[in-house]
């Protein structure tokens, strides 16, 4: 069964940074890429960043450019995603996500998402 | 970007009805379309991908038809847990681009 694990939510200031991170089991996690996706409260989806199933390939939204950055163990099976100078607008909770396979499929799994909150 | 639009925003449909709903993207993705479904507070479900093919477990019910910049979500019966929110998202360019999501609720 496959199943993604996201941690690292929480609480930081504006300006502040966080640490995301997804555990993934159930299937050959180097052979897929994956992405985060991100959803304020109250609203829709934001594709936030994707990276390619061996890493040397990422992407971001213009909305994170430069703050975030997208990264990955194939060793640990782990997703991660650095978050810098992090703003109000940056509340959301953040889920990861599997690609279907040959980039342009959508994504077939979801985490169930890490909540995090930018306030003073 | 790609510009992803959903219409209509909300959809007032009674159980058995069919539904219909839209995605339009400002230009042309191919194919690279899926449909997801959402929940209160559950993650997306990934419905249709490659704008017609059903997801494993998707029931038939639902159907996915489209390509270029035109694309349809279509619903034979709707059935009580149906219900949600449903987004388009086209996977051809980047950045990957999500409409803003179609409601389907109860009549």
């Known amino acids: 069964e496959v199943q993604l694990l996201e941690s690292g939510g929480g609480l930081v200031q504006p300006g502040g940074s966080l640490s995301l991170s997804c555990a993934a089991s159930?299937?050959?996690?180097?052979?897929?890429?994956m992405s985060w996706v991100r959803q304020a409260p109250g609203k829709g989806l934001e594709w936030v960043s994707a990276?390619?199933?061996?890493?040397?390939?990422?992407y971001y939204a213009d909305s994170v450019k430069g703050r975030f950055t997208i990264s990955r163990d194939n060793s640990k099976n782990t997703l991660y995603l650095q978050m810098n100078s992090l703003r109000a607008e940056d509340t959301a909770v953040y889920y990861c996500?599997?690609?279907?396979?040959?980039w342009g499929s959508g994504f077939d799994y979801w985490g169930q998402g890490t909540l995090v909150t930018v306030s003073s | 970007e790609v510009v992803m639009t959903q219409s209509p925003a909300t959809l007032s449909v009674s159980p058995g009805e069919r539904a219909t709903l839209s995605c339009r993207a400002s230009?042309?993705?191919?194919?690279?379309l899926a449909w997801y479904q959402q929940k209160p507070g559950q993650a997306p479900r990934l419905l249709i991908y490659?704008?017609?093919t059903r997801a494993t477990g998707i029931p038939a019910r639902f159907s996915g038809s489209g390509s270029g910049t035109e694309f349809t979500l279509t619903i034979s019966s709707l059935q009580s847990e149906d219900f949600a929110v449903y987004y388009c998202?086209?996977?051809?360019?980047?950045?990957?681009?999500f409409g803003q999501g179609t409601k389907v609720e109860i009549k």
């Open positions: 490659d704008a017609s």
């Open positions: 230009q042309s993705v191919s194919s690279n």
């Open positions: 998202q086209q996977c051809n360019n980047w950045p990957r681009t």
């Open positions: 996500a599997k690609d279907k396979g040959n």
């Open positions: 990276i390619s199933a061996g890493g040397g390939s990422t």
């Open positions: 159930g299937f050959t996690f180097s052979n897929y890429a």
